[in-house]
Each structure stands twice: as structure tokens, then as C-alpha cells.
Nanobody, 122 residues
Framework: QVQLVESGGGLVQAGGSLRLSCAAS????????MAWYRQAPGKQRELVAAITSGDSTNYADSVKGRFTISRDNAKGAVYLQMNSLKPEDTAVYYC????????????????WGQGTQVTVSP
């Protein structure tokens, strides 16, 4: 089994910063693409940022220049540094990754974390 566990959410004032972390655990052979999504109340889940195994990144237009995604392959972790936060960034943030698990056969899992709440006050 593969699990993703997020941490780092919380309450912050507008203009502040937060850093989200997500670590994969289990019988992991390799992790391909990793990403952060968010879902605000009454809205659909949306892609915030993604990073490939080769460190290519892409961002939602709404967070470009403010958020930075990075990863540590040795730790099986992905991070989201969020600066200049705005009230509209308030949402539950989810980690997502394509993880190959090891065993008799390699299996590909599209894994999700449990989510971490980010609240930005005006």
C-alpha cells in the first residue's frame, strides 16, 4: 500500500506565508509526477501546481509568482511554498502523486493525501 500524508496547513493573515509538506510511505519503487490540488467550499477541486520526476513544473495562473512547488526524491516528499497569500487561497489542499509500488509486480497508484486546511484571513 502507498500513503501520502500532508502537513503544514493552518490559519494565516493575508500577505503571509505557509509551507505545505507531503510525504509518501509504503513499499515505494519510484514516484513519477507529484502535484498539489485544492478545493474551496462549493467549488471543484483544482490543480494548483505540479512537478515531474525531472523537476519540470507548472502552476495555475492564480498562483504563479506566489507559490513554488519542489520535491525531494530521496524522501519521497513534495512541498508547496505559498507566499503573499490571499483570502481566495483558502481551501483544503491535497497532495497527489503517481507512485510505483514494489512487490512481485510493479503497480502504479494514483495516490491522494487526506488534505490539509489552509485559511487566509483578510
Amino acid at each position: 500500500q502507498v500513503q501520502l500524508v500532508e502537513s503544514g496547513g493552518g490559519l494565516v493573515q493575508a500577505g503571509g506565508s505557509l509551507r505545505l509538506s507531503c510525504a509518501a510511505s509504503g513499499s515505494i519503487f519510484k514516484i513519477d509526477d507529484m502535484a498539489w490540488y485544492r478545493q474551496a467550499p462549493g467549488k471543484q477541486r483544482e490543480l494548483v501546481a505540479a512537478i515531474t520526476s525531472g523537476d519540470s513544473t507548472n502552476y495555475a495562473d492564480s498562483v504563479k509568482g506566489r507559490f513554488t512547488i519542489s520535491r525531494d526524491n530521496a524522501k519521497g516528499a513534495v512541498y508547496l511554498q505559498m507566499n503573499s497569500l490571499k483570502p481566495e487561497d483558502t481551501a483544503v489542499y491535497y497532495c497527489n502523486a503517481d507512485v510505483w509500488s514494489s512487490g512481485l509486480l510493479l503497480r502504479l497508484h494514483n495516490a491522494w493525501g487526506q488534505g490539509t486546511q489552509v485559511t487566509v484571513s483578510p
